[in-house]
C-alpha cells in the first residue's frame, strides 16, 4: 500500500470494474418519513443467541427468569480465538424458552433462540450514561462497545470491538459505509436523514477510539438530503476539520467493503488481506450510531431501523424494530400484504437470503424485509447451458470468469479454483442477474468455496500427518544410532573383565527383544520413545 | 404465513438465451429485406427452409440425446443459425443444399459437440463451409442483383420456388441471370494483374463494393448497431474486425492504389459486415473477455484478409471464423483479467 493514495484518500474517485445499474426502488419505502408511533410491543421475542460471524454465546439466564430491558441474555464464550457478541433482551419480561428455532439463515437451518414473553411494562436496567466519554480511555470505550453487543450492522455481523481493538494504532482512515447500494434498502438513508447527529457522534468517538484524523462518510450521489443533513450536524459538532463527507456515483456493488475503498483510494486491498492492513476501517453508518448508543446513553444494541418494503407490503417504510420481533408483527404493522404477495426475503434482492415463513425474527443483521408478489420474481427460469456470452465477465467487480469458475465446480475439479481466484468473490451476485441462462452462479460459487475449504483442512491435516510421521521417523533412527552408540560403548568397556559375560549376553538380548518390539509396534515404540527422549 | 425460500438474486433476470436470439432475429430484418430487394423472394424461401429443417433436426436431436424440448427449441438458436446459413448461399440454390448444410450444423457442428454452448465451431459457417466445398458449382450461381438484369428476368415467387425445387425452368438459363459476385471479379482481375480501375469498370461494382451489396451491408450494419445499443452484443468483436481490416488495408492503398482495392471496397464486399456483427459475435464459439474479443476479431480481421487475397475461395469469412473458433478458448485463457486484490 503506497502512503500517497491513503493520504490523497476520498479526493478523487475512481472505478472499479463491472457492476450493474440497477433500478433502485427505494423511493417507495423512503419518501416518507420515520412512523409517528412506535412499532407496539410484540407479545414474544424469539432471540437467536448467534447473531454475530463467530463462536456462539454463552447464554446466562434460563427459562423462569424475569429479565429487564437491555439485560445481557448471553455473553461471548470462553474460546478467545473466534470473536462473540452480546445479545440483549429487547424488552421486560419473561424467559419462556430456550430452543431451537428456525432463524433467517442461508442454510435455512435451526438455532438456539432464547423466547422472551414480554410484560408490557418495558422497564430498562439500569443504564450508566457518560457525560463526558473523552474522559474514558481506548480500553474502557471498546469494552462498552463490546457490553452493548454492536456488530457490524450493514449486514456482515462482525463484533465491532474486535474490529476497533485489531485496529489499534494501526489504522489511519475510517470509512463510514452510507453507499447503500442494494436496490430497495433504505435503511441507512432514513438514518442519515433522521438522525445524522448521532452518526457524527459515532463518528467523534470512533476517532477517538482509534485515535484518527480522518473520516470519510461514503453516500451516494443523489443521496442529497443526507448531504446537507449530515453536513449540517458535522458543523453543529464542530468536526468539519476532521469529518468529510463524500459521494460515489451510484453503482452497484458499490457498497461492498472492498470496491468502496477502489473507489475512494483507487487502490484494491490485497487478496487474502483485510482493509486494516492497509489502515482503512470500514464500518456501517448504522453502527457509528449504535456505538453512540452504547457509549453516551449506555444504551445495548436492542433494536434498529429495518426496511420494510417490496411491492408485496401494503404501507412500505422504514420502522425501529427490536431485535427479536417476529416479521409477521412488523409486516401488520406496515399494513400487511397485497394480493400477489409471493416471498420473503431478508436483505436486498441481490444477496438477500429467501426466507420460510414470517415468524422468524428480525435479527441484527436484517437491514431489509422485502416482500415480492409474483410479478417481481416472475417465473421460475430454467436454467439452460452456458453460452460463453461474457456477460458475467463484463460485471463481475472482482475481476473474475464467472463462467470457468462455474464450469470448473460442475466438473469438481476444485483443485483449479485457487488458480481462478474464486476466494476474491464477493457473492455479489451480479453474474448470476446478467446470466441469459439463468445460472445459479452464485450458488455454485458457495458450494465450491465450501468445498475449497474442505479440502484446505484435509491438506492441512495430512500435511500434519506427515510432519508428525517424518519427526517420529527421523527420532527412532536417531534413538537406533544412541543406543547402537551405548552398546558398543559397554561391549568395549566389558571386553577386558569376561566374568560378567553372563550378564551382558542377558543384556543383549534385552536389547535385542526391545528392538524387535521397536521395529513391529511402531505405535507403543512411539510413547516408549517419548518418554525415553524426556529422561 | 409460509413461504417457498427463493434463492438470490430475487429480481426478474434483464436477459434469456431466447430473448437474446430473437434480438439477433430482429436485427437481421433490414439487410434480409434488402436482400430480398436486390435478389428476389428466394432468399426468404432459403431462410424458411433452413428454418424448417433446423428446427425438425433440432427437436430429433434433442428427443434423440433425452433432453427437454421446449426451453431448447424456444431459445430460438437453431432458427438464428439458419438465417445466418441461409443468407450465405445464393437465393437459388437447390433445396437440399440447406438440408446437407442443416445436417452439418444442427447435427454435427452443434449436437455431436453437447448442444448448445458446447459446441467449438460456429454452425452456420461450418454448415456453409461444409456445402462450399461439396458444391462448389451451386454455390458460385449468385443472381445479378436487381439494376444489373432486366427486372423480368428476376424471378418471381413461383419461378423462385420452382428452381429451388426442382431446378431451373426450361425458359430461363443459369448465364442469364446470374453474375460473378464483386469478389470473384476481384480476385481473378488481380491474378490476371489487371488495375483495380480497371476491375472495377465492370458494372457489379457500386461505389465502394459490389452495387447491391454495399446497401445490403448497410442495412446489416444498422441491425448490428442496434444489438449493440441494445447491449445484446458488445461492441469489441465487429470494431476490431472492421478497424483491423482498415488498418491493414489502407497502407497497401495508400501505397499503390492502382493494384489494391480501397479498404472500403474490402468491407463492403462478401459477407464481411454480417461476419463482422452476426456471425463473429456467436457467443458460444468466439472469447468472453474483452480483450480477448478483441484479439478475436483482429484474427479474423486478418485470416480473413489473407485468404481474399492468397486463398482458394474469394471470400475467406467462414473460413476465418471457423479457425478463430479454435484459438477462441486458448485466448481466453490468456486474456484472463486480474482478480481483485491480486498482484498485476
Ligand atoms: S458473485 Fe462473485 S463472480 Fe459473480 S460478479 Fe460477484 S464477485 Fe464476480
Ligand atoms: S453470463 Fe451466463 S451464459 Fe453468459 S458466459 Fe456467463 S455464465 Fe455463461
Given at each position: 500500500m503506497d502512503h500517497s493514495s491513503i493520504e490523497n484518500i476520498g479526493k478523487h474517485l475512481h472505478n472499479f470494474p463491472g457492476g450493474l445499474k440497477l433500478k433502485h426502488y427505494?423511493?417507495?419505502?423512503?419518501?416518507?418519513?420515520?412512523?409517528?408511533?412506535?412499532?407496539?410491543?410484540?407479545?414474544?421475542?424469539?432471540?437467536?443467541?448467534?447473531?454475530?460471524?463467530?463462536?456462539?454465546?454463552?447464554?446466562?439466564?434460563?427459562?423462569?427468569?424475569?429479565?429487564?430491558?437491555?439485560?445481557?441474555?448471553?455473553?461471548?464464550?470462553?474460546?478467545?480465538?473466534?470473536?462473540?457478541?452480546?445479545?440483549?433482551?429487547?424488552?421486560?419480561?419473561?424467559?419462556?424458552?430456550?430452543?431451537?428455532?428456525?432463524?433467517?439463515?442461508?442454510?435455512?437451518?435451526?438455532?438456539?433462540?432464547?423466547?422472551?414473553?414480554?410484560?408490557?411494562?418495558?422497564?430498562?436496567?439500569?443504564?450508566?450514561?457518560?457525560?463526558?466519554?473523552?474522559?474514558?480511555?481506548?480500553?474502557?470505550?471498546?469494552?462498552?462497545?463490546?457490553?452493548?453487543?454492536?456488530?457490524?450492522?450493514?449486514?456482515?455481523?462482525?463484533?465491532?470491538?474486535?474490529?476497533?481493538?485489531?485496529?489499534?494504532?494501526?489504522?489511519?482512515?475510517?470509512?463510514?459505509?452510507?453507499?447503500?447500494?442494494?436496490?430497495?434498502?433504505?435503511?441507512?438513508?432514513?438514518?442519515?436523514?433522521?438522525?445524522?447527529?448521532?452518526?457524527?457522534?459515532?463518528?467523534?468517538?470512533?476517532?477517538?477510539?482509534?485515535?484518527?484524523?480522518?473520516?470519510?462518510?461514503?453516500?451516494?450521489?443523489?443521496?442529497?438530503?443526507?448531504?446537507?443533513?449530515?453536513?449540517?450536524?458535522?458543523?453543529?459538532?464542530?468536526?468539519?476539520?476532521?469529518?468529510?463527507?463524500?459521494?460515489?456515483?451510484?453503482?452497484?456493488?458499490?457498497?461492498?467493503?472492498?470496491?468502496?475503498?477502489?473507489?475512494?483510494?483507487?487502490?484494491?486491498?490485497?487478496?487474502?488481506?483485510?482493509?486494516?492492513?492497509?489502515?482503512?476501517?470500514?464500518?456501517?453508518?448504522?453502527?457509528?450510531?449504535?456505538?453512540?448508543?452504547?457509549?453516551?446513553?449506555?444504551?445495548?444494541?436492542?433494536?434498529?431501523?429495518?426496511?420494510?418494503?417490496?411491492?408485496?407490503?401494503?404501507?412500505?417504510?422504514?420502522?425501529?424494530?427490536?431485535?427479536?420481533?417476529?416479521?409477521?408483527?412488523?409486516?401488520?404493522?406496515?399494513?400487511?400484504?397485497?394480493?400477489?404477495?409471493?416471498?420473503?426475503?431478508?436483505?436486498?434482492?441481490?444477496?438477500?437470503?429467501?426466507?420460510?415463513?414470517?415468524?422468524?425474527?428480525?435479527?441484527?443483521?436484517?437491514?431489509?424485509?422485502?416482500?415480492?408478489?409474483?410479478?417481481?420474481?416472475?417465473?421460475?427460469?430454467?436454467?439452460?447451458?452456458?453460452?460463453?456470452?461474457?456477460?458475467?465477465?463484463?460485471?463481475?467487480?472482482?475481476?473474475?470468469?464467472?463462467?470457468?469458475?462455474?464450469?470448473?465446480?460442475?466438473?469438481?475439479?476444485?483443485?483449479?479454483?485457487?488458480?481462478?481466484?474464486?476466494?476474491?468473490c464477493i457473492e455479489c451476485g451480479c453474474c448470476d442477474y446478467i446470466c441469459p441462462s439463468h445460472i445459479p452462479l452464485v450458488d455454485y460459487f458457495r458450494y465450491g468455496k465450501s468445498e475449497q475449504r474442505v479440502r484446505t483442512v484435509e491438506r492441512k491435516q495430512s500435511d500434519l500427518a506427515k510432519l508428525r510421521f517424518d519427526r517420529r521417523e527421523k527420532r527412532l533412527a536417531k534413538q537406533q544410532t544412541e543406543r547402537r552408540a551405548r552398546h558398543l560403548k559397554r561391549k568395549q568397556a566389558l571386553a577386558g573383565s569376561s566374568d560378567k559375560k553372563d550378564s551382558v549376553a542377558a543384556a543383549i538380548a534385552r536389547a535385542k527383544a526391545r528392538k524387535q518390539a521397536l521395529t513391529t509396534t511402531p505405535r507403543d515404540s512411539d510413547s516408549n520413545t517419548d518418554s525415553g527422549e524426556q529422561s | 404465513m409460509e413461504f417457498s425460500r427463493s434463492g438470490a438474486p430475487h429480481l426478474p433476470p434483464e436477459n434469456t438465451v431466447s430473448k437474446v436470439m430473437l434480438q439477433v432475429i430482429l436485427a437481421l430484418i433490414p439487410g434480409i429485406l434488402a436482400m430480398v430487394w436486390f435478389f428476389g423472394v428466394g432468399v426468404l424461401i432459403q431462410i424458411a427452409l433452413s428454418i424448417l429443417f433446423a428446427v425438425l433436426l433440432e427437436w430429433a436431436m434433442l428427443k434423440l440425446r433425452g433432453k427437454p424440448i421446449r426451453p431448447f427449441l424456444s431459445d430460438y438458436s437453431a432458427v438464428v443459425t439458419a438465417i445466418l446459413f441461409a443468407l450465405c448461399i445464393p437465393p437459388l440454390a437447390p433445396w437440399w443444399i440447406s438440408l446437407v448444410g442443416m445436417i452439418a450444423a444442427i447435427v454435427v457442428a452443434k449436437h455431436l459437440y453437447g448442444g448448445l454452448g458446447q459446441n467449438i465451431f460456429n454452425p452456420a459457417m461450418v454448415a456453409y463451409v461444409v456445402v462450399l466445398i461439396a458444391f462448389p458449382l451451386e454455390l458460385t450461381r449468385w443472381l445479378a442483383p436487381r439494376g444489373l438484369i432486366d427486372v423480368e428476368l428476376l424471378p418471381g415467387l413461383l419461378q423462385s420456388l420452382q428452381t429451388i425445387i426442382s431446378g431451373l425452368p426450361a425458359n430461363l438459363s443459369w448465364d442469364a441471370i446470374t453474375q460473378a459476385t464483386p469478389l470473384d471479379l476481384l480476385k481473378d482481375g488481380v491474378e490476371q494483374n489487371q488495375m483495380i480501375s480497371e476491375i472495377r469498370q465492370a458494372p457489379v461494382f457500386g461505389n465502394y463494393g459490389g452495387r447491391g451489396w454495399e446497401w445490403i451491408a448497410n442495412f446489416f450494419a444498422l441491425g448490428g448497431i442496434w444489438l449493440i445499443w441494445r447491449r445484446v452484443i458488445s461492441w469489441h468483436i465487429p470494431v476490431a474486425i472492421i478497424a483491423s481490416v482498415i488498418m491493414i488495408t489502407l497502407p497497401a492503398w495508400l501505397y499503390d492504389p492502382s493494384s489494391n482495392p480501397i479498404p472500403l471496397q474490402h468491407i463492403f464486399s462478401g459477407a464481411l459486415v454480417l461476419c463482422a456483427f452476426f456471425i463473429a459475435t456467436d457467443p458460444v464459439t468466439g472469447c468472453a473477455s474483452r480483450r480477448g474479443k478483441i484479439i478475436f476479431g483482429l484474427g479474423v480481421a486478418i485470416l480473413t484478409l489473407t485468404i481474399r487475397l492468397w486463398g482458394g475461395y474469394p471470400d475467406g469469412v467462414a473460413f476465418a471464423v471457423l479457425l478463430m473458433n479454435m484459438f477462441a478458448p486458448l485466448i481466453d485463457r490468456y486474456t484472463r483479467p486480474r482478480a481483485y486484490g491480486k498482484p498485476r
Amino acid at each position: 500500500m503506497d502512503h500517497s493514495s491513503i493520504e490523497n484518500i476520498g479526493k478523487h474517485l475512481h472505478n472499479f470494474p463491472g457492476g450493474l445499474k440497477l433500478k433502485h426502488y427505494k423511493a417507495l419505502s423512503c419518501s416518507k418519513p420515520l412512523p409517528a408511533q412506535q412499532l407496539p410491543l410484540s407479545q414474544e421475542y424469539i432471540i437467536p443467541v448467534s447473531q454475530h460471524l463467530g463462536r456462539p454465546a454463552e447464554i446466562i439466564v434460563s427459562p423462569g427468569q424475569q429479565v429487564k430491558k437491555g439485560q445481557p441474555l448471553s455473553v461471548p464464550g470462553n474460546a478467545s480465538s473466534t470473536p462473540g457478541a452480546y445479545v440483549h433482551a429487547p424488552t421486560s419480561g419473561e424467559i419462556v424458552a430456550i430452543e431451537q428455532r428456525p432463524v433467517p439463515h442461508p442454510s435455512g437451518l435451526n438455532s438456539t433462540c432464547i423466547i422472551l414473553r414480554a410484560d408490557g411494562k418495558d422497564d430498562w436496567i439500569e443504564l450508566e450514561p457518560v457525560t463526558d466519554y473523552r474522559q474514558l480511555s481506548r480500553q474502557q470505550l471498546i469494552q462498552r462497545v463490546q457490553m452493548a453487543g454492536i456488530v457490524g450492522l450493514g449486514g456482515a455481523v462482525f463484533p465491532t470491538d474486535i474490529k476497533l481493538q485489531g485496529g489499534a494504532g494501526s489504522i489511519d482512515t475510517l470509512i463510514l459505509n452510507g453507499a447503500e447500494c442494494e436496490p430497495y434498502i433504505s435503511c441507512d438513508e432514513t438514518l442519515m436523514k433522521q438522525d445524522p447527529e448521532k452518526i457524527i457522534q459515532g463518528a467523534l468517538i470512533l476517532s477517538q477510539v482509534l485515535n484518527i484524523k480522518r473520516v470519510l462518510v461514503a453516500i451516494e450521489d443523489p443521496m442529497d438530503a443526507c448531504y446537507q443533513k449530515l453536513q449540517t450536524s458535522i458543523k453543529t459538532l464542530g468536526a468539519a476539520d476532521c469529518i468529510k463527507v463524500v459521494r460515489v456515483p451510484m453503482l452497484y456493488p458499490e457498497g461492498g467493503e472492498r470496491q468502496l475503498i477502489q473507489v475512494l483510494s483507487g487502490t484494491e486491498v490485497p487478496a487474502g488481506k483485510l482493509p486494516v492492513s492497509m489502515g482503512i476501517l470500514v464500518l456501517n453508518v448504522a453502527t457509528a450510531a449504535a456505538i453512540k448508543d452504547a457509549i453516551i446513553d449506555g444504551k445495548p444494541l436492542i433494536e434498529r431501523l429495518v426496511t420494510v418494503t417490496g411491492a408485496g407490503i401494503c404501507e412500505p417504510q422504514n420502522v425501529v424494530a427490536r431485535i427479536g420481533t417476529p416479521i409477521a408483527d412488523l409486516i401488520s404493522f406496515c399494513g400487511g400484504y397485497t394480493p400477489g404477495i409471493a416471498s420473503l426475503v431478508m436483505g436486498g434482492p441481490l444477496m438477500g437470503i429467501g426466507l420460510q415463513s414470517d415468524s422468524l425474527p428480525i435479527i441484527k443483521a436484517s437491514n431489509c424485509i422485502l416482500a415480492l408478489t409474483h410479478a417481481d420474481i416472475s417465473s421460475p427460469q430454467v436454467e439452460m447451458p452456458c453460452i460463453n456470452c461474457g456477460d458475467c465477465v463484463g460485471v463481475c467487480p472482482a475481476g473474475l470468469l464467472p463462467q470457468t469458475l462455474q464450469m470448473v465446480i460442475r466438473a469438481e475439479n476444485f483443485e483449479a479454483l485457487e488458480e481462478l481466484n474464486l476466494d476474491a468473490c464477493i457473492e455479489c451476485g451480479c453474474c448470476d442477474y446478467i446470466c441469459p441462462s439463468h445460472i445459479p452462479l452464485v450458488d455454485y460459487f458457495r458450494y465450491g468455496k465450501s468445498e475449497q475449504r474442505v479440502r484446505t483442512v484435509e491438506r492441512k491435516q495430512s500435511d500434519l500427518a506427515k510432519l508428525r510421521f517424518d519427526r517420529r521417523e527421523k527420532r527412532l533412527a536417531k534413538q537406533q544410532t544412541e543406543r547402537r552408540a551405548r552398546h558398543l560403548k559397554r561391549k568395549q568397556a566389558l571386553a577386558g573383565s569376561s566374568d560378567k559375560k553372563d550378564s551382558v549376553a542377558a543384556a543383549i538380548a534385552r536389547a535385542k527383544a526391545r528392538k524387535q518390539a521397536l521395529t513391529t509396534t511402531p505405535r507403543d515404540s512411539d510413547s516408549n520413545t517419548d518418554s525415553g527422549e524426556q529422561s | 404465513m409460509e413461504f417457498s425460500r427463493s434463492g438470490a438474486p430475487h429480481l426478474p433476470p434483464e436477459n434469456t438465451v431466447s430473448k437474446v436470439m430473437l434480438q439477433v432475429i430482429l436485427a437481421l430484418i433490414p439487410g434480409i429485406l434488402a436482400m430480398v430487394w436486390f435478389f428476389g423472394v428466394g432468399v426468404l424461401i432459403q431462410i424458411a427452409l433452413s428454418i424448417l429443417f433446423a428446427v425438425l433436426l433440432e427437436w430429433a436431436m434433442l428427443k434423440l440425446r433425452g433432453k427437454p424440448i421446449r426451453p431448447f427449441l424456444s431459445d430460438y438458436s437453431a432458427v438464428v443459425t439458419a438465417i445466418l446459413f441461409a443468407l450465405c448461399i445464393p437465393p437459388l440454390a437447390p433445396w437440399w443444399i440447406s438440408l446437407v448444410g442443416m445436417i452439418a450444423a444442427i447435427v454435427v457442428a452443434k449436437h455431436l459437440y453437447g448442444g448448445l454452448g458446447q459446441n467449438i465451431f460456429n454452425p452456420a459457417m461450418v454448415a456453409y463451409v461444409v456445402v462450399l466445398i461439396a458444391f462448389p458449382l451451386e454455390l458460385t450461381r449468385w443472381l445479378a442483383p436487381r439494376g444489373l438484369i432486366d427486372v423480368e428476368l428476376l424471378p418471381g415467387l413461383l419461378q423462385s420456388l420452382q428452381t429451388i425445387i426442382s431446378g431451373l425452368p426450361a425458359n430461363l438459363s443459369w448465364d442469364a441471370i446470374t453474375q460473378a459476385t464483386p469478389l470473384d471479379l476481384l480476385k481473378d482481375g488481380v491474378e490476371q494483374n489487371q488495375m483495380i480501375s480497371e476491375i472495377r469498370q465492370a458494372p457489379v461494382f457500386g461505389n465502394y463494393g459490389g452495387r447491391g451489396w454495399e446497401w445490403i451491408a448497410n442495412f446489416f450494419a444498422l441491425g448490428g448497431i442496434w444489438l449493440i445499443w441494445r447491449r445484446v452484443i458488445s461492441w469489441h468483436i465487429p470494431v476490431a474486425i472492421i478497424a483491423s481490416v482498415i488498418m491493414i488495408t489502407l497502407p497497401a492503398w495508400l501505397y499503390d492504389p492502382s493494384s489494391n482495392p480501397i479498404p472500403l471496397q474490402h468491407i463492403f464486399s462478401g459477407a464481411l459486415v454480417l461476419c463482422a456483427f452476426f456471425i463473429a459475435t456467436d457467443p458460444v464459439t468466439g472469447c468472453a473477455s474483452r480483450r480477448g474479443k478483441i484479439i478475436f476479431g483482429l484474427g479474423v480481421a486478418i485470416l480473413t484478409l489473407t485468404i481474399r487475397l492468397w486463398g482458394g475461395y474469394p471470400d475467406g469469412v467462414a473460413f476465418a471464423v471457423l479457425l478463430m473458433n479454435m484459438f477462441a478458448p486458448l485466448i481466453d485463457r490468456y486474456t484472463r483479467p486480474r482478480a481483485y486484490g491480486k498482484p498485476r
